[in-house]
């Protein structure tokens, strides 16, 4: 499983939620969205896009969450991810801390577009594998129906599925926090 833990203001809305997942993700914000909370769905509206209610306009403090309240955070439709995300708990804001954060998590997040959860498994298996044999310096013969590669995926550049940075998460996140909107979603494009 993978997951990530943040720290969010309750005066975000939920434009901001899908924000801050995505950053903390290291996505780019390239798919449709929405959130299923209590039977309802909100959305950010784009051209093409079901309706729903504005995520813009609705502050996570007004939906009065409970403790291990769940809700639905479903991203790019076709690839259909879904997220459970939970309410753990409350905090007083702390006032040398910058909001939002992420302060744990797990695994590398899938790429956009890897084609879904089935997709994404068979990828990290083919990623572990390659990681391992490139730590070890084994040549990788893409021929090879043993060594056959994931697509985008370079011998010379292996690539750890299991790669979770905090530190490079929480940069995009300050860019988000500072308004640069665009540019927290520029991430590192690395092959999988």
């Given at each position: 499983?993978?997951w990530?833990?943040?720290?969010?203001?309750?005066?975000?809305?939920?434009?901001?939620?899908?924000?801050?997942?995505?950053?903390?993700?290291?996505?780019?914000?390239?798919?449709?969205?929405?959130?299923?909370?209590?039977?309802?769905?909100?959305?950010?509206?784009?051209?093409?896009?079901?309706?729903?209610?504005?995520?813009?306009?609705?502050?996570?403090?007004?939906?009065?969450?409970r403790?291990?309240?769940?809700?639905?955070?479903?991203?790019?439709?076709?690839?259909?991810?879904?997220?459970?995300?939970?309410?753990?708990?409350?905090?007083?804001?702390?006032?040398?801390?910058?909001?939002?954060?992420?302060?744990?998590?797990?695994?590398?997040?899938?790429?956009?577009?890897?084609?879904?959860?089935?997709?994404?498994?068979?990828?990290?298996?083919?990623?572990?594998?390659?990681?391992?044999?490139?730590?070890?310096?084994?040549?990788?013969?893409?021929?090879?129906?043993?060594?056959?590669?994931?697509?985008?995926?370079?011998?010379?550049?292996?690539?750890?599925?299991?790669?979770?940075?905090?530190?490079?998460?929480?940069?995009r996140?300050?860019?988000?926090?500072?308004?640069?909107?665009?540019?927290?979603?520029?991430?590192?494009?690395?092959?999988?």
């Amino acid at each position: 499983m993978l997951w990530r833990r943040f720290l969010v203001c309750a005066e975000s809305t939920l434009a901001d939620l899908h924000c801050i997942l995505q950053v903390g993700f290291g996505w780019t914000d390239f798919h449709l969205h929405r959130f299923r909370i209590r039977k309802k769905s909100d959305t950010v509206p784009r051209i093409g896009m079901m309706k729903g209610h504005d995520a813009r306009t609705v502050r996570l403090a007004d939906l009065k969450f409970r403790m291990n309240e769940r809700f639905l955070y479903e991203y790019d439709f076709g690839d259909a991810w879904l997220h459970e995300v939970r309410i753990e708990q409350r905090l007083p804001l702390d006032p040398k801390q910058t909001y939002s954060v992420c302060i744990d998590g797990q695994h590398a997040s899938p790429p956009d577009d890897c084609g879904g959860t089935q997709m994404y498994l068979q990828m990290r298996v083919g990623l572990t594998y390659r990681a391992w044999f490139g730590s070890h310096g084994r040549e990788h013969d893409f021929n090879d129906e043993d060594d056959r590669g994931v697509e985008g995926v370079s011998a010379d550049q292996p690539v750890d599925p299991d790669d979770f940075s905090r530190r490079k998460g929480n940069a995009r996140l300050r860019q988000y926090a500072s308004v640069d909107r665009e540019g927290c979603f520029q991430t590192e494009r690395r092959p999988l």
